[in-house]
């Protein structure tokens, strides 16, 4: 059973519009969320994160928001940039991290020029 | 500086044998994690060492599965008698310490393939 669920495999973008990514978990004991992004034949790199006790956290183009009534939470990516094209990755945690990182099946965002 | 880094980058090995992947995490890094992602799934946690310590091996899956940690730096994974749904990309990553607000810095991974 899917604990983190990301439902788009794939999104495509035009440059310089907004990239909005969906996210949803089902477990209520996270309490801490992160945005990984992944390009071919290389790790996850950490993007941006919030906790539970925040709706937003804002990182230069990068701003999360969650939701927690609705378990739901969204990277918003403004002005899409080509570099931005790679795999998206939600992930979530408990228990201060005792379980490791939940992540979902990742989001494919491709950035057209 | 050196980032996490993991060997071999690929391994073809038949169902049956034995294999061992290895981790070097960043250096001073306490805490580190091994992950596994199979294909068209999102990573999957395996189990994490505090220093040399593994508190908790549920999440390997199942007893084929070993991994330890020595000198509190490099890690190796165990697979023993391989199946052919080991198949996947196994990822290290390692944090300055332990907890879910300590970055975790990933590893390119190794791709395990059983035939």
């Known amino acids: 059973d899917q604990q983190v669920k990301q439902n788009s495999p794939s999104l495509s973008v035009q440059e310089g519009r907004i990239s909005i990514l969906n996210c949803d978990y089902t477990?209520?004991?996270?309490?801490?969320f992160l945005w990984y992004k992944k390009y071919p034949a290389e790790g996850p790199t950490f993007l941006i994160s919030?906790?539970?006790?925040?709706d937003k956290n804002e990182d230069g183009r990068f701003t999360v928001f969650l939701n927690k009534s609705a378990k739901h939470l969204s990277l918003h990516i403004v002005p899409s940039q080509p570099g931005d094209s790679a795999v998206y990755f939600c992930a979530a945690s408990a228990r201060g991290g005792a379980d490791g990182l939940t992540f979902g099946k990742g989001t494919h965002l491709i950035i057209q020029p | 500086g050196a980032g996490v880094s993991q060997s071999p980058s690929n391994k073809v090995t038949e169902k049956g044998k034995d294999v061992e992947l290895r981790c070097d995490p960043i250096s001073g890094h306490t805490a580190l994690y091994w992950y596994r992602q199979s294909l068209g799934q999102g990573l999957e946690f395996l189990i994490y060492?505090?220093?040399?310590?593994?508190?908790?091996k549920s999440g390997l899956p199942s007893d084929r599965f070993s991994a330890e940690r020595t000198g509190g730096s490099v890690s190796t994974l165990t697979i023993q008698r391989t199946q052919q749904e080991d198949s996947a990309v196994y990822l290290c990553?390692?944090?300055?310490?332990?907890?879910?607000?300590?970055?975790?810095?990933f590893g390119p991974g190794t791709r395990l393939t059983v035939l």
């Open positions: 477990n209520s004991m996270f309490d801490y």
């Open positions: 060492f505090q220093g040399n310590s593994a508190p908790d």
């Open positions: 990553a390692s944090s300055l310490a332990f907890g879910s607000y300590n970055e975790q810095f």
């Open positions: 919030i906790s539970s006790i925040k």
